[in-house]
Every structure is written in structure tokens, then in C-alpha cells.
């Protein structure tokens, strides 16, 4: 119940304040939610997966969109609805939506199978909406 009225009031919290928010439209492609945005100025197409624990990035593809892995990040295995994965660190990735930045942690590991069958390069994760619903609990709380 109490998980409820704090949804509740972060809800009312939201509506009665002005706190700075950013519509982001999607395509259903192939019944996906898919964005189109930039990774370091190039255009891309993202999967919105609120189901995914953390956002991903296609690693194949790093030359192209100037990212860098980050070996200070240990590698470890994933595992998710396509299988088990490698997953890296990466660097450098800036995501960019209709000129604003938005502040997602990518890691890294192999999409290209996905990539080649709908054209998307990366996986926004339930990490990225975690992060905003703790931001906005922590400018309640103050």
C-alpha cells in the first residue's frame, strides 16, 4: 500500500510543479517501441525494453558512432531473451533526442543480429528509467 501513495504523490508531485519533462515519440516497428535519436551526432534507432535491466549498446559498430570500449569495466555475462551475452564497458557514448542530451550508461555487447533485422543499434533499459524516478523522489524528499 505504501509503494502505491508514493507513486500516487510522485505523480501529484509532477503535475503540480515545474519540473523540466521531454515527450519522446516512438514507431512501432514490428510491434517494437522504437526511437530515433543520435549517438555522437550520427542517427540511430533505439528499443525502448523496460524490461531490459540495463541499456545497451551494439559494440560492432563502435568505429562508426566514435564510441570506446572502457576496459576499466570488468566484462561479464548477460543473459536476456536472446540468449547469454558478453557485456563491456564502453566510453564516449553521448545520446542526443531532438537536441537535448539524454544522460543513459550504456554498456556494450554484440547486437548485430538484431541490428541487421530492424535497424537498431542500442537498448534503453529499465537502469534509465530507475535513474529519473530516483532523481524525482530525491527533489521531493528535499
Known amino acids: 500500500?505504501?509503494?502505491?501513495?508514493?507513486?500516487?504523490?510522485?505523480?501529484?508531485?509532477?503535475?503540480?510543479?515545474?519540473?523540466?519533462?521531454?515527450?519522446?515519440?516512438?514507431?512501432?516497428?514490428?510491434?517494437?517501441?522504437?526511437?530515433?535519436?543520435?549517438?555522437?551526432?550520427?542517427?540511430?534507432?533505439?528499443?525502448?525494453?523496460?524490461?531490459?535491466?540495463?541499456s545497451l549498446i551494439d559494440n560492432t559498430v563502435y568505429k562508426e558512432l566514435f564510441f570506446f570500449m572502457d576496459t576499466n569495466v570488468p566484462i561479464s555475462i548477460g543473459q536476456g531473451l536472446g540468449g547469454t551475452a558478453y557485456i563491456f564497458g564502453v566510453k564516449g557514448v553521448i545520446l542526443t533526442h531532438e537536441g537535448d542530451t539524454l544522460k543513459v550508461t550504456f554498456r556494450g555487447t554484440n547486437l548485430s543480429a538484431f541490428r541487421f533485422t530492424n535497424g537498431i543499434v542500442g537498448i534503453i533499459g529499465s537502469d534509465f528509467y530507475q535513474k529519473i524516478i530516483l532523481l524525482l523522489i530525491t527533489r521531493i524528499i528535499n
Request: with cysteine; charged share 20%.
Open 1 to 54: 500500500m505504501k509503494k502505491i501513495q508514493l507513486f500516487l504523490f510522485i505523480l501529484l508531485f509532477i503535475s503540480c510543479s515545474k519540473i523540466k519533462t521531454k515527450d519522446i515519440d516512438f514507431n512501432l516497428v514490428n510491434n517494437l517501441p522504437i526511437i530515433e535519436a543520435q549517438i555522437n551526432g550520427v542517427p540511430v534507432k533505439l528499443l525502448v525494453d523496460s524490461g531490459a535491466s540495463l
